[in-house]
């Protein structure tokens, strides 16, 4: 490095990626570097993000925080990116990098736009500025989507391909596909009678009938998929799972009688037929039923061995309530121990967890009776249904607003793990050996101690992706 040369870092990224290959992340990069050997910078180190948005702050983006750490140690003189949208597009992460970079005098170096010194009251307000247009560009790009979407939906017609159980016709339209349909009524009626959904699965595998995806086997959680669809009696869904639901009628013949739909989707989601650890059994699994949720519809995760007839198990978390996730266990559990050792190395949380703890003990009375209030509603639902008081249909409306409660009261509870989280910090050998020697259940306790959220998030498929894993700690 010359004496005229400044010390700068690259950053590239891109929100949507479908082929994986990175090549527009390669591109910005380039130019960057062409840039940097005109402007005379040394590049020091190069962070991407690919297939990543930036518009939500709270999602992690592994470049950015990188990049950010480099610009608070004071390593940098200069960022170069291709163009601001790329670094910045919510609010939150504006104010961050304005204020970070202007801590450690890092101007930020568009190929695309002027310089922004943020070390002058009036390059802070251009910077502000400019990367304000950029969020405007994205809100309002998700505004015509969203809108598009609503419209969509309100006309009845599907998001995507509509699925199994339907093909499209001469003039484009869905009809029933009926060797499709039939499987559909077959699975329904069977679950309508209680049969279990492994025996259902090995019946279908057994006679070969097709899956309604890419996959090698029927798998209890594709066959809960496929009934609980409200597609199935032509009726259309706009925010599944959110607090603003709503269904519209379709513009696709239905597949079944929307009774025999009901009784079935109410059978699985009967209060009966969830699954939850004992208290005193044994854990087997680190993230089940208590700290790992699912990234799509908020459900527990449940730890699973999954075959598929020619390689050997292979433990995965899935969503529990939909199926909406599923990601291998070894690479989850890796990411959530190298966070907790991350977090554990801060100094301030001893004091932290150890005061949360103390309060936490005056609210397990309160969570307590919360908890056996809702379980007397359910069991009345329960009542009701069987009276002919209530229907199918409000029974799983009834169940879908209160199980969800009930499994974050239950995970409230007090346990017989140990918690100890002094003694973890202050062990000998490292807060790694420690965590490395101990038990799931002790791991789940600390985890508990931390107040961990671990959120399991979807992706394309493809290799494992850290950025579709989010670790949040309440201390």
Not at 212 to 224: C, D, E, F, K, M
Not at 438 to 462: F, N, Q
């Amino acid at each position: 490095m010359t004496s005229q040369q400044q010390r700068a870092a690259i950053y590239a990224r891109i929100s949507s990626d479908l082929s994986q290959e990175a090549a527009g992340v390669r591109r910005q990069i380039e130019a960057c570097r062409e840039l940097a050997a005109q402007e005379n910078y040394e590049i020091v180190n190069v962070y991407q993000d690919n297939d990543i948005s930036a518009m939500n702050a709270r999602k992690l983006r592994p470049g950015f925080e990188g990049l950010m750490a480099e610009v608070t140690r004071g390593r940098l003189d200069a960022v170069l990116v291709w163009q601001t949208s790329r670094l910045v597009r919510s609010r939150p992460d504006r104010a961050r990098v304005i204020e970070t970079f202007r801590e450690a005098s890092t101007s930020i170096v568009p190929v695309k736009g002027p310089r922004m010194d943020l070390t002058s009251a009036y390059g802070r307000l251009i910077t502000d500025l400019m990367t304000t247009f950029d969020t405007a560009e994205s809100e309002v790009k998700s505004e015509r989507v969203i809108a598009a979407a609503a419209q969509r939906a309100a006309d009845g017609r599907p998001a995507s391909k509509l699925g199994f159980g339907w093909r499209k016709g001469a003039d484009g339209a869905y009809e029933v596909d009926p060797g499709e349909a039939e499987v559909v009524k077959r699975i329904i009626n069977d679950v309508r009678a209680e049969v279990p959904l492994r025996a259902i699965c090995r019946a279908l595998n057994a006679e070969k009938v097709p899956l309604p995806r890419s996959g090698v086997a029927w798998q209890p959680v594709t066959v809960r998929s496929l009934v609980l669809r409200a597609s199935n009696v032509a009726q259309r869904v706009h925010h599944i799972g959110r607090p603003t639901e709503v269904f519209y009628e379709a513009r696709w013949p239905p597949l079944v009688d929307t009774r025999a739909w009901e009784e079935a989707c109410a059978v699985l989601k009967s209060p009966d037929r969830f699954t939850r650890v004992q208290r005193g059994a044994p854990r087997k699994w680190l993230l089940s039923y208590g700290v790992g949720v699912c990234g799509v519809c908020d459900g527990p995760l449940r730890g699973k061995a999954m075959k598929d007839g020619r390689t050997p198990a292979r433990p995965t978390y899935q969503c529990d309530r939909r199926g909406c996730v599923s990601r291998g266990l070894l690479q989850v559990d890796e990411s959530v121990r190298a966070a907790v050792i991350a977090r554990l190395s801060q100094p301030d949380v001893v004091a932290g967890v150890e005061a949360a703890l103390a309060r936490r003990q005056d609210d397990d009375g309160a969570a307590a009776s919360k908890l056996k209030n809702v379980e007397v509603k359910l069991e009345d639902a329960a009542v009701l249904y069987s009276n002919g008081t209530i229907t199918a249909l409000q029974l799983a409306t009834i169940s879908d607003s209160l199980v969800p409660e009930r499994n974050r009261l239950a995970a409230l509870m007090p346990t017989s793990a140990p918690s100890g989280l002094s003694a973890v910090l202050a062990a000998a050998g490292g807060i790694e050996a420690v965590w490395d020697v101990a038990t799931v259940v002790e791991r789940h306790a600390l985890l508990e101690e931390l107040g961990a959220c671990v959120t399991i998030l979807p992706t394309g498929g493809g290799r494992f992706k850290p950025a579709t894993l989010t670790v949040e700690f309440a201390f």
